[in-house]
Structure formats: C-alpha cells, structure tokens
C-alpha cells in the first residue's frame, strides 16, 4: 500500500473533522509534479493557460468506504461557466466541498490554477450555516475580506466600499445592521453572494445557489452569475432545475457519483444521458441506503 | 435598616467581603463571555462536564499539598485539559460524538475525585472542593483569578473573528484555509481556565453558574457577540454583588446564593427577554403597517 491510500483509509471516517490546518500548511506553491495521490490540492507554479482551471484526475472521494464521487476526470477550463447536476447523493456537493478542501481525495488529485486560497469563493448549502448566530448582515459580507483583513485587521475605508458596494449589488442596501437570523432564505442567500462579491475571487464554487429562493431573487443573483462570467471568473454551480442550467449554463456536468457526461450542455442533458443518471442513483438508493452519502 | 447598612456597610466593614467582591468581578469579566461562545457553539453542558472533570486533579492536589492554591489550581488545570484533549481526540478517531465522547471521559475523572477525596480526606474536604468558599478567598487566589480573567479576555480578543466564523460558518473558515481546530483547542483551554479560576471561589459544582447562566440569560437579550458577552459580565456583576449581600443578612452560603441570583435572571429573561423571551410569543405587540 503506497502512502497516499494509507492516509486515506485512516482519515475516511471523520471527513470534514480532520485538522484542515495541519495538512494544508505549506502546500502552497508545490509543485505539481511532487503531489501524491491522496493529496487535498495542489498548488502549481500557475502558467497563463491554467490560471483559474480545475483539472481533476481519477478523483475518487468516500464516506467510510463508500465512494461518492467515482473515478472523475476533467477539467474545468478557465473562464468557464459549468453546472453541476445529478440525483441526490450523486456526489455533487462532495465534488464542490473537494475542490475547495474541505473534504479529501481517497484517491485521485484535484489542481488547482491558482496562487492563493483567496482567489476560490465559496457558498456553501445553507443548511451547513447556523442562521441563527447572532451576527449581522454587514459583518457577514466583511467576511469576503477574511485573506486580507486577516484575524485582527481592520477594515480599511476602501475596502468599506467595496462591501457598501456589494451590498448595493445585491439589493441589500440599509440592511447592514439587520441580524442575519431575521431574513428570509432569499435573502441571506443574497448575503451569501454579497460575501463573494466582497472577495472578488477567480474562482467560485456554488453548492445549491438557488435553494428554496424566489424567482425575483434567482434572477437578481443570475445575473451576478452572468457577470462573473463576463468578467471571464471560472464558474461551478450544483443545481437541480434542468429548464435553468438549459437556459444559462453553457456548459455541464452531469455525475451519479460516477461521472455520466461533461461537456456543452446541449449534449449533456440529453434524455439518454439523465435516464442513465436516475438508474445509476436506484443502485443506492434502492439496494441499501447510507444516510452519509447525501452530502 | 437604610440603604447604607444595607449595601454598603458589608463591604466597607469586612475585607473578606470585599475580597469575594472583587474574585466575583473579576470572574465575571472573564467567565461571561467564555460562557457566551459555549451557548453559541451549543456546548452549554460541556461546561458542567468540565467543572467536574477538574474535581480529581483538584483532589490530587490537595492530597499533595493540603490546601495549597498552587496545587490544587495546577492539578485543576491538568485533569481538566486532559479530559478536554481525550475527549477531543475520541470524538475524532471515532464514531463517537464530542458529547458522548466528553461524558465518558468526564464521569471516569469524577469517579477519581470522589474516590480520592473520601479515601483520604474528610467530608468537610470534600465539600469545600465541590463547593467553594468565597468568602475565604485570600490576595493569592485573588491574583489567580485576576490573572486568569486578564488571560481570558486577552486570548479572546486575539481569536474573536475565527471563533465567531467557526460557529457560524465553519465551512468558511476551512475553505479559506483557516484553521479551526487550533482556536477551538485555544477556546478549551481558556474555558478550563476559567473552570479553575471559578473552583477557587464557588466549588467545582457552582463555579460553571457564573459562565451558564449570565450567558444563556444574555441570549434572551441581544443580537450581537458582543453585545451578549457585555451583558453576560453585567449579569455575573450584578449576582455576584446581590449573591453576597443576600449570603451576608440571610447568613446563607455564598457560592449558591450568587449562583441562584444569576438563575433568577435567567428566569426573568427566559420570560421578558427582548428576543425570543416568552412574553414576546405570546403577547406579541401589535406589528407594523408601513
């Protein structure tokens, strides 16, 4: 057994609880060539063609042995705009939550084309934040800042601005004293984004963006989406509403925790292909069901 | 009687009043916001459980040394990070959770104390270790409880943002590379401290009071970390004045009397508290037409 699958097999159990600090100190800037399987994340000396590209290799990540993501290889090129999409339990958030580093590869390896964690955004399902923490919506959008504002910075007057200004973006404007527990999804979702709006990031990762949200808000927060894309960001979302990734995501990828299509959308979300996606899922779901695999 | 008599004069008259004023104060500032983060982190039971897994360290230490701060503070101190740090590691190395894991931990540390304070001391010791004795606070334990409250609100102020991040969003924190685990393990050892601090003047079993309850209370009454952590000391100031006045003319002990004025705000808040106190479910002011 080679050391990477051995690190895998004793960290499998308690994913997500892992010291996140301790194995991630000092990746930054090692060279590709010296990752090893089992490695979260690679950050390569990052050359024109692959900044803010996702490119993953027989990626492989389990919940006490039982793979949620399969065998995944591709990649995310720079500047695209791509959704994710697939039955519950596909491995869709576990890719998202892969990519990002929370979770770790069993097997496999994602690289990354960027030179700092800053510059990957991430918006998590909001089921994993506790609306409930006594935290107003101004100090949530400073957030966005946490690389450089750091655990005791101050927040500088232009940076002020540019949370005013992601305020303003999206439509959250007078609501910054407002508690976070006293909004609706929608709009802590709009929170959400005014937080990666602040972080100005190359990369940004979507987990379930239009969750239970309104169809005023799903457009207002589209169109953030649009310009993102136009400011050429490389864009992942996992989504449910096939009509929507039809209408706006130019490119797709459609996984039953093994991966069943990836490309322009219009020859990934054919009928064959989502066939295949829902019987692939009644393997798990149908035979035994692990209520760990959802994620 | 007058005011004067009534306020006042205890204090003026008794240096050990005054004494057991000041560690009350003194805990307050540290304990109330510790206590704020641990109803926030949902770890409000982990405090009880730590004030009882210091009992056998405590115990050792006055075995050692008889009632000496020193030992029983430092044996305090090394039996409650060593249940915090076990239970921590189980919980990870294991499909245990972190409470099942800590309650395990903890009751195996309070069997010890119990079995090492009745083997060898009397039960007097005994209750002295569960319980306190404020009012015999001297200027040593003083400047141990002074000190651990400057540590406290230090260290807190350092690790503010992530611990607020971490509560809130603990994905956040990690996926910008954050690392949680080390302020969670910094936050442990400040609330063991506190355990301590708290032990020297209440007893293992009263000294988790003055955290709990100001805390839970607060939450009643504010929307704001902050907010809550001012209004958790202000909580803790107030029982410990009114807990020691009440013990004075009542001839009542103390450590339970500070503890039960802070429970009585509690259950103030519990049903007037501004947000989400009881009377505002269920007397709702009529709402806004605008």
Known sequence: MDNGNHHAQQLAPFHGRTDEASHRGGRVGRPLARGRVGDTMNFAPVTRHDEGAISIEDLTVAYDREPAVHHLNGRFEP???TAIVGPNGAGKSTLLKTIVGVLRPDDGRISVGINSRRQIGYLPQQ?????????????TVALGLWKEVGVFGAVSADQRARIQQALATTGLEGLGNRPV???????VQRVLFARLLAQDAKIILLDEPFAA????????????????????RTIIAVLHDIEQVRANFPTSLLIAREPVAWGPTDTVLTGENLARARALSHVWSDGHFHSHTTH | MDPYGLLIEPFLAYSFMRRALVACLALSLGCGPIGVFLVLRRMSLMGDAMSHAILPGAALGFLLAGFSLWAMSAGGL????????LAGVVSRATTLKEDASLAGFY???????????????????????LFGTILAVDNASLILVASIATITLIVLALI????????FDPGFLRAVGGGGSAYHIAFLVLVVLNLVSGFQALGTLMAVGLMMLPAAAARLWATEVWTLSLIAIAIGFASGIAGLLVSYHFNLPSGPAIVLIAGLQYLVSVFVGSRGGLMKQYFPQPHYHN
């Open chain 2, 160 to 167: 503010y943002r992530p611990l607020i991040v971490e509560c």
């Open chain 2, 107 to 129: 009751l195996i540390s309070l069997a010890i104390g119990v079995l090492i304070v009745s083997k060898k001391g009397s039960n007097v010791d005994l209750l002295h270790v």
């Open chain 1, 181 to 187: 527990g006293t909004l609706s999804v929608g709009q």
């Open chain 1, 127 to 139: 089921a994993d934040i506790d609306r409930t923490f006594p935290i107003n919506v101004w100090d």
């Open chain 2, 78 to 85: 090394v039996a409650g990070l060593t249940v915090a740090v």
């Open chain 1, 213 to 232: 949200v309104d169809e005023r808000t799903t457009a207002d927060l589209m169109n953030i989406l649009t310009r993102w894309h136009a400011e050429s």
């Open chain 1, 79 to 81: 500047g695209s705009l």
